[in-house]
T-cell receptor, first 115, second 109 residues
Framework: EAGVVQSPRYKIIEKKQPVAFWCNPI?????LYWYRQNLGQGPELLIR????????DSQLPKDRFSAERLKGVDSTLKIQPAELGDSAVYLC?????????????FGPGTRLTVT | KNEVEQSPQNLTAQEGEFITINCSYS?????LHWLQQHPGGGIVSLFM???GKKKHGRLIATINIQEKHSSLHITASHPRDSAVYIC???????????FGEGTQLTVNP
């Protein structure tokens, strides 16, 4: 069974440019998470989807970040415009059910560098 | 104060040594997760536990619910165990995981 797929793996952009990340979760997983991980820190949740509905986006900087999960399968996270402080690894994860007692399966992440 | 705290932040060991990484948390949890992250970013789930002890190969995870503390042990450590180990808790009050900052383990040959 394929794991969580993310693309691209690496992205280097100049500040003020837009960037988009794509995630395809494990088949059948209703819950999809986007995390941001700064160097030397644990992941921080940006947004959680249950099927196509964003049920927890309280930590998503909505002035520049947006996300969508049309049809409740794959998802896209966008930053426009990017700032220097957005440099981080963006991780996507999926889970059969969105509860803390269920295992989350992580993708390889996208390492973003904003110059 | 972070809800999930790990110690130590960095750990260097010689091959073969017994290693312990600790995790303390301050909230009610439904489960605690131990995760491994190798250079390059990918995160792998090692254990999910809500009581007692679990063992997988050379890895052992324990949790004490009353003391809100968990430990991850690695027996007969090997250089390939070098990675960041992250503790995360699933809170009883919600659906998200709260992550510790991770412990960078380096095992030298």
């Amino acid at each position: 069974e394929a794991g969580v797929v993310q693309s691209p793996r690496y992205k280097i952009i100049e500040k003020k440019q837009p960037v988009a990340f794509w995630c395809n979760p494990i088949s059948g997983h209703n819950t999809l998470y986007w995390y941001r991980q700064n160097l030397g820190q644990g992941p921080e949740l940006l947004i959680r989807y249950e099927n196509e509905e964003a049920v927890d986006d309280s930590q998503l900087p909505k002035d520049r970040f947006s996300a969508e999960r049309l049809k409740g399968v794959d998802s896209t996270l966008k930053i426009q415009p990017a700032e220097l402080g957005d440099s981080a690894v963006y991780l996507c994860a999926s889970s059969p059910i969105g509860q803390g007692s269920y295992e989350q399966y992580f993708g390889p992440g996208t390492r973003l560098t904003v110059t | 104060k972070n809800e999930v705290e790990q110690s130590p932040q960095n750990l260097t060991a010689q091959e073969g040594e017994f290693i312990t990484i600790n995790c303390s948390y301050s909230v009610g949890i439904s489960a605690l997760h131990w995760l491994q992250q190798h250079p390059g970013g990918g995160i792998v789930s090692l254990f999910m536990l809500s009581s007692g002890k679990k063992k997988h190969g050379r890895l052992i995870a324990t949790i004490n619910i009353q003391e809100k503390h968990s430990s991850l042990h690695i027996t007969a450590s090997h250089p390939r165990d070098s990675a960041v180990y992250i503790c995360a808790v699933g809170e009883t009050s919600g659906s998200r995981l709260t992550f510790g900052e991770g412990t960078q383990l380096t095992v030298n040959p």
